[in-house]
């Protein structure tokens, strides 16, 4: 059944119920069933949906339930609305949009390494990357055209393979550079140098997990600052015209 079906029976069958106010013993129940299913699900919020007698469940990885009031039952996907002006509207894309602008603000922005705009800035995006992705490094190659655009980009740093492999210890080294000098061991190594290692207090595993709670799966990653996750890589015309930027 695809998502769009799935969200019509769900309002078939729940048109004659009425919203309820999620209450501590409401999330209780959720929560106790929920880990009926699975011990290791962490609960990141519950809090009612568009749809009456449905809550919206996010889990801590990212992902949306949506749990009738008995916790019986729940379904794993999209929810949309048919609406007059906009036509199918993804509610659910809507709340993780949200929730992205929200984590990502949190992120200083002295632990990002940032190639700013080239004068006025139009935009902003943050770019989950490993260094070496073969699609990270030709997205560096268009980040002087991005800034020529009016673009800013920051990167967060997403070894796919997770820590204590090459590629991370090679970002870590990169994170510790100082300054300006960051940007200039990022240049290095997506450009296929090799730099020395360097240890020091570094965010890099925080940004990976960062990643990975909001839906990062593979690099590169943009996020945008509507919220709204770009994965895999773009162009930098088409970017633009996706900003609006022309």
């Not at 079906?5 to 048109?15: K, T």
């Not at 796919?160 to 991370?168: S, V």
């Not at 590169?220 to 015309?237: H, W």
Request: proline share 4%; charged share 20%; hydrophobic share 40%.
């Amino acid at each position: 059944m695809n998502k769009l079906m799935l969200a019509a029976v769900l309002l078939v069958s729940l048109m004659g119920n009425a919203a309820m106010a999620v209450t501590d013993e409401v999330r209780d129940l959720l929560l106790q069933q929920l880990q009926k299913v699975d011990s290791r699900l962490l609960v990141k919020s519950i809090e009612d949906s568009a749809l009456p007698g449905l809550y919206e469940v996010v889990l801590e990885g990212g992902d949306f339930l949506y749990m009738d009031q008995e916790g019986k039952h729940f379904v794993v996907g999209h929810l949309y609305e048919i609406d007059p002006e906009m036509g199918l509207v993804n509610l659910t894309e809507k709340a993780q949009d949200s929730m992205r602008v929200e984590v990502m603000a949190q992120v200083p922005v002295a632990e990002q390494i940032i190639y700013p705009a080239e004068g006025e800035r139009k935009a902003t995006i943050q770019v989950f990357t490993d260094v070496d992705c073969a699609y990270c490094r030709r997205l560096h190659g268009e980040v002087p055209e991005l800034n020529k655009l009016g673009i800013q980009v920051n990167y967060l740093a997403f070894p796919r393979g997770g820590p204590n492999t090459a590629t991370y210890n090679t970002m870590v080294s990169v994170w510790c550079g100082e300054g300006d000098e960051r940007n200039e061991l990022m240049d290095k190594v997506k450009g296929g140098q090799t730099i020395s290692n360097k240890s020091c207090e570094n965010s890099v595993l925080d940004q990976f997990q960062l990643g990975q709670s909001i839906g990062v799966n593979g690099t590169p990653a943009i996020v945008l600052e509507s919220g709204a996750l770009l994965p895999g890589y773009m162009p930098a015309a088409r970017l633009a015209q996706t900003l609006g930027i022309n």
